[in-house]
């Protein structure tokens, strides 16, 4: 394993629907990333935190909200998502600099990620 | 445009052979560049990182190399295995939180 976990692994939801996922990880590194994995397609980077500030948000749709309670968790929450929103979602973290450093320059550390479908 | 293309999109190799995939990329300014293995139902785990200064890198049987001039990169795969089944990412990080990911190479190894 890589220290990093995400719950639930899969999730079946409707579009009228709210849920969470999860993310852990256990390496006390301080950045933590979602990511968006469909078929065929490249990774999409969505939100980054770094110790424990939103840094990054890629023009996501306002239906997914990221939350950083912590440098070790992290949260996708979801609601009135669409059919096109099924994918993989991935949790990654990274052990980097401050804010004056260069984020991501270090390994980052994947979970296995969370199968969405949403009906 | 800031991109990665990755070929081939996949590969059927006998266990034993070796193999090259590619990945070419247009990100400027360039940081660093990773190839990542994602096995099927997991996330991707790093197999190398590299910087421009950087020609070579090797984990096992994994070799990347680096042409920071062409902009080129290859992993090299040695006396493939079995394990070796899976999809192989390059990702290209451009100066700040910059990620690029290819589409990534299917491997499939045969006995």
């Known amino acids: 394993e890589t220290g990093v976990t995400q719950t639930p692994r899969h999730l079946v939801m409707g579009m009228t629907n709210k849920k969470s996922l999860k993310c852990e990880q256990h390496?006390?590194?301080?950045?933590m990333y979602w990511y968006k994995q469909s078929a065929k397609k490249p990774l999409e980077l969505m939100f980054v935190y770094n110790f424990k500030e939103q840094t990054e948000n890629n023009s996501v749709p306002s239906r997914f909200s990221p939350e950083c309670p912590n440098s070790s968790h992290l949260f996708l929450h979801l609601h009135t998502l669409q059919p096109e929103d099924s994918a993989l979602y991935l949790c990654?973290?990274?052990?980097?600099?401050?804010?004056?450093?260069?984020?991501?320059?270090?390994?980052?550390?994947f979970g296995p990620g969370t199968r969405l479908t949403v009906l | 445009k800031n991109q990665v293309e990755q070929s081939p999109q996949s590969l059927i190799i006998l266990e034993g052979k070796n193999c090259t995939l590619q990945c070419n990329y247009t990100v400027s300014p360039f940081s660093n560049l990773r190839w990542y293995k994602q096995d099927t139902g997991r996330g991707p785990v790093s197999l190398t990182i590299m910087t421009f200064s950087e020609n070579t890198k090797s984990n096992g049987r994994y070799t990347a190399t680096l042409d920071a001039d062409t902009k080129q990169s290859s992993l090299h795969i040695t006396a493939s295995q079995l394990s070796d089944s899976a999809s192989y990412i390059c990702v290209v990080q451009g100066w700040g939180n910059q990620f690029y990911f290819g589409t990534g190479t299917s491997l499939t190894v045969i006995p």
């Open positions: 990654a973290s990274s052990q980097d600099a401050g804010t004056s450093g260069r984020l991501g320059y270090n390994e980052q550390f």
């Open positions: 390496l006390g590194h301080n950045a």
